[in-house]
């Protein structure tokens, strides 16, 4: 199976990922040099100057993109931007920004940081700070979703890579000692041939369209950690009982892009005969248990329960569990996460492992694991759902079409 290689850096011993994952919540308990052998401080070198993009009420900071600079001796966050007065002092106070905007446009142009966090969930806007960040020379480092459509994340890929740029979106599940673990033990041979993979959403009052693009981000990127790039795509997608048609678009309240249905199954296919699915469907709302992926292999089987920090289980007996609902097994005793504090799976913690990793991807001068580019590959597959379920036919991977299939043609 080809892996690809943004998918996971040098796999780590059990207690190298224990020391890399116990990190500082809120005020800082340990020195980052005490939490990884290459430390922060050695990272990008001396000092360097950091602003936040955050919008309250409209996006906010994301799961904690205010904070993900603090503790670091090598970074000064030199000014947050938030037109919310409110919300930016508070972000101020907590990021401990020196200075504080109202346009972010301003921000950048006065204070030229070079490390930016675009914090807003709210993806209407992404394309538009990103550029005017990669403008003033600035590595970024962003929520999901990345874009709202593939021609805006294309242009941002494009646009970073010609000015030596380097991307990282908050996919924190990806650098997750659980799931790099476990993606060691199926390249190891220990689950035996990977068959199958099984993703379903929340099934909240999101079920459907929303599911798909918000916590669906997270789950096709972990697929593609494990199984590569996808090669086509079927799927059905319906509201309330019909097949939608473009007219069924629909804004949801996080201006995230258009989104449609109710009920989506979607069928995905890889190389070597591995096949994955995506499920979200409103009527299992009452049913529906922990959103994640099931694993099935031919030696053994894997669940992950998705969260900021994973919690993987594991089966020998290498039969998954169709219906996605029920008992998932016993805990993975591999799982380096596997009796450690609640405060050690929280949202800080993830971040720092993601940003650690962009850190030294811009040191090293490569791509960082939690790539633009895997986001957009990520999004390419939301996408590529509802091109499948408004054709009724089976759609090639790659997307030609770069527009978003629900907008008038």
Known sequence: MTIPSDATPAFFSRREFLKQSVLM????????????????????GTPWRAAIIGH?????????????????????????????PSGRAKAAAQSRALRQYDDYRLMLAREKPQ????????????????????KVGAHVYMEKPFAQILAEADDLLNTAQQAGLKIAVAHQMRLSPGVLHLKQALEDGLMGDLLQMRAYGKQDARAGGEDLLVPGMHLFDLIRCFAGDPQWCMARVLWKGRDISRQ???????????????DIEAQFAFANGVQASFTSRSKLREAAGHWGIEMVGSKAS????????????????????????????????NDPMLNTAEAERGFIPAN???????????????EPVCSGRAAMKALEMVMAVYHAGLSGARVSIPLKDRTHPLKPA
Request: contains cysteine; glycine residues 10%; hydrophobic residues 40%.
């Open 248 to 262: 069924d678009a629909r804004k949801v309240t996080e201006q995230i892009g258009p989104v449609a249905g109710d």
């Open 115 to 134: 490390l930016v966090s675009i914090a807003p969930r709210w993806a209407d806007q992404h394309h538009a700070m990103a550029l005017a960040a990669f």
């Open 352 to 366: 720092q492992r993601v940003v650690e990793d962009w850190l030294k991807a811009i040191k090293n001068n490569r």
């Open 56 to 84: 309250t009420g409209k996006g906010d900071y994301g799961h904690g993109l205010d904070v993900i600079f603090n503790d670091r001796e090598n970074i000064q966050v030199v000014a947050v931007a938030d037109p919310d």
């Open 25 to 44: 919540t809120g005020a800082a308990l340990v020195s980052n040099e005490a939490l990884y052998s290459a430390g922060p401080s050695d990272a990008i």
């Open 302 to 333: 894997a669940r992950i329960l998705a969260d900021a920090c994973p919690t993987v289980y594991w089966s020998k007996t290498g039969n998954g569990e169709t219906s996605g609902r029920t008992d998932p097994g016993r805990r993975w005793e």
